[in-house]
T-cell receptor, first 116, second 115 residues
Framework: AQSVTQLDSHVSVSEGTPVLLRCNYS??????LFWYVQHPNKGLQLLLK??????LVKGINGFEAEFKKSETSFHLTKPSAHMSDAAEYFC??????????????FGTGTQLKVEL | DSGVTQTPKHLITATGQRVTLRCSPR?????VYWYQQSLDQGLQFLIQ???????AKGNILERFSAQQFPDLHSELNLSSLELGDSALYFC??????????????FGAGSRLTVL
């Protein structure tokens, strides 16, 4: 079974400084990976996805992630944090299941705090 | 607005009771997924339906059941409720049955509180 590990449960940055949220995955084949964001009392919103095309994936709101097979990593970055980026971020791997279906496995989440 | 509609937004009930959560997928999406989010378990996949048929099953309890109707809306039924069932229940939809590029769009969730 595939899995993802988010290495930090909490990350705190100052506004205007870079953001790095770390994710490692475990997969027996080339995975599909996603980053979702959840703002307080809101649903989950897709930030970006990797599906075996370009290894550097650009998403919404200035976020990007790089797929590194040799390191089994899919870290999320942003050059300059904004107060509105404060939220919980989930790294996700997509499984196909027997009989035809899709199962997303979520990491445990990283809470991003942005300070003035 | 993601296009995925979940009702009710909030629900408070007592132990032993039964509730039904409803989800209308985004227009054109054939797959519906249910997820449970709780503080101790995180986000857990419950079940997926594709065009009315069950396609994938996760950590769904026997007390829980779901179905997808011909108009593609879905209902999640939770019975014999326990305190530990208190959680945020998300519905998501996607265009296809499977595939890495099959992106899920999530609703805003239904918050269930069992007292």
């Amino acid at each position: 079974a595939q899995s993802v590990t988010q290495l930090d449960s909490h990350v705190s940055v100052s506004e205007g400084t870079p953001v790095l949220l770390r994710c490692n995955y475990s997969s027996s084949y080339s995975p599909s990976l996603f980053w979702y964001v959840q703002h307080p009392n809101k649903g989950l919103q897709l930030l970006l996805k990797y599906t075996s095309a370009a290894t550097l994936v650009k998403g919404i709101n200035g976020f990007e992630a790089e797929f590194k097979k040799s390191e089994t990593s899919f870290h999320l970055t942003k050059p300059s944090a904004h107060m509105s980026d404060a939220a919980e971020y989930f790294c996700v791997v997509s499984d196909r299941v027997t009989g035809g279906g899709n199962k997303l496995t979520f990491g445990t989440g990283t809470q991003l705090k942005v300070e003035l | 607005d993601s296009g995925v509609t979940q009702t009710p937004k909030h629900l408070i009930t007592a132990t032993g009771q039964r509730v039904t959560l409803r989800c209308s997928p985004r227009s054109g999406d054939l797959s519906v997924y249910w997820y449970q989010q709780s503080l101790d378990q995180g986000l857990q996949f419950l079940i997926q339906y594709y065009n009315g048929e069950e396609r994938a099953k996760g950590n769904i309890l026997e007390r829980f059941s779901a179905q997808q109707f011909p108009d593609l809306h879905s209902e999640l039924n939770l019975s014999s409720l326990e305190l530990g069932d208190s959680a945020l229940y998300f519905c998501a939809s996607s265009p296809r049955r499977e595939g890495g590029a099959n992106v899920l769009t999530f609703g805003a969730g239904s918050r269930l509180t069992v007292l």
